[in-house]
């Protein structure tokens, strides 16, 4: 391993920054005259106002503007991101005494102080009138969609004849698994500060998707595209939650304009569970037939999915489910459930979590019926093409992370009989295995890299910084080709100055604007090596980053003579030279790039036109149950992924850490509990909505296959943000299944299902 370039484990470039507290997220500036918005919120499930009384609020010194629906400006409309628009959602509240979910905005306070805001807010009085509404799967009054029909962009999964397949099948397995809905909560809250300068919008805001902030405001207000500017440097935590432009933003707009001074509007912990998206309730319908060796014969897999009333939120955890065993005959589909909620979205891993955790419970219980391991029987059942198209996959080492982590993790320790494991004081001991995968995509992206003459690197991305680190994987590129120091080049992310800033969801980041990262670098480094040889009539030829040293700002010839990079742009009349590339994916859309620069999705895969292209990893999972409080304990994690070449080694083991702690939440904790009698998600605060904290993990030990994926892109790299939590909940639950004989069929499992 080289001390610095692609796959080195050097620390991250903003590390230092971050622990100094320098980095300014969207809440952090303040500008001069700033005022606070606060948002009050429906305490009703669904209804209309009847009566709104801010007469108390507006007497609270300091107060400057109560909006309401009544005083709102009227808003152009902007569609739902996954139909075509920007939004987190299609409904803007206040803009109608309507309610269609409760913890809907019903009135925005702005004042001098956050404390103002804050006492004004709770004197705000609001009365209803009522509607019934349904906030559970099977509540009455929910209605039910095929997503195939509603939406032919995400097709159903299907290969032969899974029915008949599995009705023939000597051994056959089914059964139906629920998770519960889940909030992100990310420890920067979604918080604004928005500012006009004349009919200039600027908006500060940590958010995975600048571009579709900037464009959605554009079209609610009537401006032009170069009226609004959008700023996200960093951003303290995405995971889906800020994937598209949220009603928050647009009403610390409209504060701003109405009070004619800069606007900061925090959504309070508490509002968060309605303010954006969240991870849809699902219901899951296992099939599957195999032969007594366990070899299987047909899948099939029907997805009931929560999405809200006004926007149809696909979900596509069969896309991924289809392709993860060699399946003779497959069937994936998905029904989305309306229900009277603001529209789900994406949370980490968002369809894949709970799509795995049903697949591989599944497998996991045909293993002990054909009394076959069940990594052995994963390792059987791989498969060597998609089952789906025929194609190949781009890469798949599945087997080989099968393998590794067994070894590990000492699988070959484990007594099969579940409940035969036993520490001295009688604690059960259970060992889980389970595999995942995860979608490859590639999103549109442009980079621009700077060499000034003093040798310092600027680059300007599309991307987003969300913690994972994409500041560290470019620079690590850049010290591949370009020979610079990570630690010093300054890079620009998260700027609509700089479109198209697509979403940075999907765990595309990193893979995606490694490319063209690169190839910028590249031809800027073969644009140096023209200008050097035109200035010196030596060849410069063939430069790598080698050729480079940018300490000294020194380029050195094929014949080993070097230049001052100064004087060769001098003798140009230059003081930088840049190079500029922009990535692209077999088959991407022509219109990519412009879909992307309207703020619009424009993800290219995990189908390509000669190929597919997925993460995969196993997961390996020890757990401790105590003999009188049965609380499963995650005693230590082994996990290995293939996520094609590492880019960063620090962060990328960073986002592994990461992903099985939210497997850790996912299994035994986190639920956003829902009551049938009042609407909305009622744990709304981080005491009774349970992540896991460091007492919940112990060990985790993850290691990489770490072999290049040049056929799904040129530097090799797939995504490794989201796989990690895909199967870590399942291999939980097939550990309390070694451990108890117990078969958990819904999420999380909680002390309760194990008395
Ligand atoms: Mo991630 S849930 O794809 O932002």
New binding site residues.
């Given amino acids: 391993m080289r001390p610095m370039g692609i796959g080195s484990d050097t620390q991250r470039v903003d590390g230092l920054d971050k622990v100094m507290g320098r980095p300014l997220y969207g809440a952090d500036r303040s500008l001069a005259r700033m005022v606070y918005a606060t948002p009050v919120t429906a305490t009703i499930g669904k209804g209309r106002i009847r009566r709104l009384d801010t007469v108390a609020a507006e007497r609270v010194a300091g107060v400057l503007a109560v909006l309401t629906y009544r005083n709102m400006d009227q808003l152009a409309p902007i569609a739902f991101s996954f139909a075509g628009g920007q939004a987190i959602q299609s409904h803007m509240p206040m803009q109608s005494p309507d309610i269609l979910y409760r913890g809907e905005a019903i009135a925005l306070i702005v004042a001098e102080t956050s404390e103002s805001a804050a006492e004004a807010a709770s004197l705000v009085r609001a009365d209803y009138d009522a509607l019934p509404f349904a906030v559970e799967l099977d509540a009455t009054g929910h209605a039910e969609v095929g997503q195939a029909k509603a939406a032919p962009y995400f097709p159903d999964f299907v290969q032969g004849d899974a029915a008949a397949a599995i009705d023939a099948a000597p051994v056959q397995i089914e059964a139906t698994y629920l998770s519960a809905p889940q909030h ?1 909560n990310p420890m920067e809250l979604l918080s604004t500060v928005a500012e006009w300068r004349g009919r200039d919008l600027i908006v500060h805001e940590g958010t ?1 998707a600048a571009q579709a902030m900037k464009e959605g405001l554009v079209i609610q207000f009537g401006l032009n595209s170069d009226n609004v500017r959008v700023l996200a440097p960093y951003v303290g935590g ?6 598209s432009i949220s009603p928050h933003t647009t009403l610390a707009a409209i504060a701003s304009r109405r009070v004619g001074r800069p606007v900061k509007l925090t959504v309070p912990r508490a509002q968060m569970f309605h303010a954006s998206s969240f991870r849809a309730a699902t219901e899951h319908r296992l099939r599957i037939g195999a032969d007594n060796q366990g070899r299987l014969l047909g899948g099939m897999h029907l997805v009931r999915a929560q999405t809200s009333r006004f926007d149809l939120m696909p979900y596509t955890g069969e896309e991924t489910t289809s392709r993860m065993y060699a399946w003779p005959a497959y069937r994936g589909a998905t029904t989305l459930v309306q229900l009277d909620c603001q529209t789900p ?6 369809m894949e979590m709970a799509s795995f955790f049903a697949l591989e419970s599944t497998i996991d219980e045909l293993a002990e019926k054909v009394g076959l391991d069940p990594v052995a029987l994963r390792i059987q059942n791989d498969a060597k093409v998609d089952p789906i198209t025929g194609k190949p996959f781009s890469s798949r080492h599945l087997t080989e992370c099968l393998q590794r982590g067994a070894a590990l993790f000492g699988w070959d320790r484990r007594v099969a009989i579940p409940g035969s494991m036993r520490l001295a004081d009688g604690t059960r001991i259970g060992y889980g295995v389970a595999a995942g995968a995860y979608p490859a995509y590639i999103t549109p992206a442009l980079a621009k890299v700077r060499l000034n003459s003093d040798g310092r690197v600027d680059v300007s991305v599309g991307g987003h910084e ?1 913690g994972q680190g994409i500041r560290t994987a470019i620079a690590l590129v850049l010290a591949e080709e370009l020979g610079v120091d990570p630690q010093t080049a300054t890079i620009t992310i998260g700027d609509t100055q700089f479109p198209p800033q697509h ?6 980041g990193a893979a995606t604007i490694s490319v063209p990262v690169r190839d910028a670098a590249i031809h800027l480094r073969n644009t140096l090596a023209t200008l050097a040889t035109q200035a010196r009539g030596i060849q410069f030829d063939n430069t790598d980053a080698t050729s480079l040293k940018l300490d000294g700002a020194i380029l050195i010839g094929s014949d080993g003579r070097s230049e001052r990079i100064a004087d060769i742009l001098r003798h140009h009349g230059l003081d930088h030279v840049d190079g500029e590339a922009r990535g692209s994916a077999p088959g991407m859309k022509p219109d990519a790039f412009q879909q992307a620069a309207l703020g619009k999705v424009a993800f290219s895969g995990p189908e390509f036109p000669n190929h597919v292209a997925f993460s995969f990893i196993a997961q390996f999972v020890e757990v401790h149950i105590a003999p009188r409080m049965p609380r499963p304990r995650v005693v230590r994690m082994v996990s290995v992924v293939d996520c094609g070449r590492v880019l960063s080694r620090r962060t990328a083991t960073s986002q592994l850490y990461g992903g099985l702690v939210w497997g850790i939440g996912a299994a035994l904790s986190e639920a956003s509990e829902v009551d049938p009698r009042y609407g909305g998600f009622l744990n709304n605060n981080i005491a009774e909505y349970q992540v896991a904290v460091n007492a919940d993990v112990r060990r985790l030990q993850v290691e990489f296959i770490d072999v290049a994926d040049t056929v799904f892109c040129s530097v090799g790299a797939k995504g490794v ?2 796989v990690a939590c895909v199967g870590a909940a399942a291999a939980i639950a097939n550990a309390v299944h070694h451990a108890t004989g117990k078969r958990i069929r819904h999420l999380p499992i909680r002390m309760d299902d194990l008395i």
């Fill in positions: 992100q995975q995405g995971f889906g939650l800020r994937g979205g994406f949370m980490r891993a968002p969300m979403v940075t969801s999907g765990s595309t943000g989201e």
